[in-house]
């Protein structure tokens, strides 16, 4: 569909004002907003996610595309709860207590949101008993966990060991990212998954949401 | 002492130091907290800390200032110390180095994205930046340096800033830069190429690079920062990118290798050599011997 093809270009260009009429001239031409978002904003996003994974754009395109990528939510939101179409479920996200670095952070709950997961953001400096009861309290499948510091490291491993202490690690499970974590790491304190970047944290996060079904 | 710039225009190389945070935290600094806040507190661990750095033969000291814009302290509740933060961490540095060394403010990002992609005003960045440098000045710095900047209008705002504040105070501007398929750019999309001409229009007497690379990558950074201006060149790698090992930060490069790399840096166009995040005094020791064989080589004293 053109109109579709249309509402992802307009988050190409970050082109927020755009967007609202579009998603509006698609219901109104009788796509169900299942159909919009996912195919409209969704695969806008997704190629805007691509672009800068390979450095072809940067942190402003991106910031100008989730702007574009709200604008059109706003619409199809309301109406998505109305259909009765859930979300692919509850992630909390947040950088770890004493990091106040929240652009990588940031950018994941962007490109989260926009592949259709419901995103708590806890925002900076979260402390592992917030990220335990913040998920328990939304009923999140996973916490996802961001560091820029190798300082503030040891609260991902707090976090997974309440998680086991507290015998919910098989329901709510634990993703973490940024610069001075690794695959390895994330292996050593029990992690269940690692996101290198923003793609691999939404494809991680995605695996996790399968496995607890 | 020589004015900096007149040493800096004569072609000598200079010696600046390296990372503060790392020695603030094994000094005590709590995780989470401001690392500014030790300005107010324990003013004393700055003058230990600029005197390690003399000692291991730096020529230029920096403050721990780096996040002590208002703007930048409010996140922590600490803005309206922003005086005397400022103030406390030059007396520190000045107590510690007399005139045996230049007293280099440090200035770093305010933490908050300009619009249209962020919520800030370019007029409340630079308000902000220039509270800060009003109280570095006053307090009596021999040169301020912009550093690890990623959006190239925030780094111009703060150079504007500096020059709002004094017009021929020395100063440096550097930017933190990713090595990518099609070449070097900031997280913000920011060219070497670019950052060299805005950032000399706003006023900069030194551009380059901090933070982000080990040496070999800013050998690099250099060599392209040269393609682009005659400006003298700042570059202040970290050691190496960090590694954990066992559940402890590991800076892979050592004394050794950084002072190997000296070399290299100065063919590719340093004027200012320093260390970023991971070097300790052990460094700008071994890097004081390259400096000062380079110096020779060249028929320049030595410190």
Same mark, same amino acid.
């Given at each position: 569909?053109? !109109? ?7 988050? =190409? ?22 159909? !919009? ?12 996610? =691509? ?106 491993? =707090? ?12 329901? !709510? ?15 050593? !304190? ?19 949401? =399968?496995?607890?079904? | @002492?020589?004015?900096? +710039? ?8 200079? +010696? ?8 603030? @935290? ?116 021999? @040169? ?160």
């Amino acid at each position: 569909m053109k !109109i579709l093809k249309q509402i992802a270009q307009c988050l =190409e260009t970050g082109d927020d004002a755009a967007v609202p009429p579009l998603v509006s001239q698609a219901l109104a031409e009788g796509l169900v907003p299942k159909t !919009i978002l996912d195919e409209g904003l969704i695969a806008g996003m997704n190629t805007v996610g =691509e672009r800068f994974r390979i450095h072809e754009i940067f942190l402003p395109d991106v910031l100008m595309a989730a702007r574009a990528m709200y604008a059109g939510m706003d619409i199809l939101k309301p109406l998505l709860i109305r259909s009765g179409i859930s979300s692919r479920g509850r992630v909390v996200i947040g950088s770890v207590q004493g990091d106040l670095h929240d652009i990588g952070k940031n950018l994941v709950g962007i490109m989260l949101k926009g592949a259709g997961f419901e995103v708590i953001d806890l925002g900076n400096d979260v402390g592992a008993e917030k990220f335990v009861a913040a998920a328990k309290d939304h009923g999140a499948l996973a916490i996802g966990m961001s560091a820029l510091l190798t300082t503030t490291m040891p609260v991902m491993k =707090e976090v997974v060991d309440r998680l086991k202490a507290e015998k919910l690690s098989d329901r !709510i499970k634990t993703i973490i990212g940024g610069a001075p974590v690794s695959k390895g790491y994330a292996d050593e !304190i029990g992690a269940d998954a690692y996101g290198y970047d923003c793609a691999q944290a939404v494809a991680g996060v995605k695996k996790l949401a =399968e496995a607890v079904g | @002492m020589d004015p900096f +710039l007149s040493r800096i225009g004569r072609g000598q190389v200079l +010696l600046a130091d390296g990372a503060i945070g790392s020695l603030l @935290m094994a000094r005590g600094l709590p995780r989470g907290a401001a690392p500014e806040s030790i300005n107010l507190s324990h003013p004393e661990v700055l003058e230990e800390i600029a005197r390690l750095y003399l000692d291991a033969g730096a020529e230029i000291i920096q403050t721990n200032t780096f996040g002590a814009s208002p703007l930048k302290l409010a996140a922590y509740g600490l803005d309206a110390e922003t005086a005397a933060i400022n103030e406390n961490a030059v007396r520190a540095v000045r107590r510690a180095i007399g005139d045996r060394a230049y007293l280099s403010a440090s200035c770093g990002p305010c933490g908050r994205m300009l619009k249209p992609y962020g919520d800030t005003d370019g007029e409340a960045v630079f308000a902000s930046f220039r509270s800060q440098m009003k109280a570095l000045v006053n307090a009596g710095v021999d @040169m301020i340096c912009i550093e690890t900047m990623s959006d190239l209008g925030e780094a111009r705002l703060a150079v504007e800033a500096v020059r709002s504040v004094a017009a021929a105070i020395p100063l440096m501007a550097t930017m933190t830069f990713e090595a990518t398929a099609r070449g070097f750019f900031t997280i913000m999309g920011v060219t070497i190429e670019k950052a060299c001409r805005e950032l000399a229009a706003a006023g900069a007497d030194l551009v380059g690079s901090n933070c982000g690379n080990g040496s070999r990558q800013m050998v690099a950074i250099a060599g392209e920062f040269r393609n682009f201006t005659a400006l003298p060149l700042l570059i202040q790698a970290n050691a190496g990118v960090p590694e954990l090992r066992a559940g402890l930060v590991h800076y892979p490069e050592t004394p050794e290798f950084m002072a190997g790399m000296v070399g290299e840096l100065i063919a590719a166009g340093a004027a200012v050599i320093g260390g970023c995040c991971g070097t300790t005094p052990d460094h700008t020791r071994a890097m004081r011997r390259a400096v000062d064989d380079e110096r020779r080589r060249r028929g320049d004293s030595p410190i």
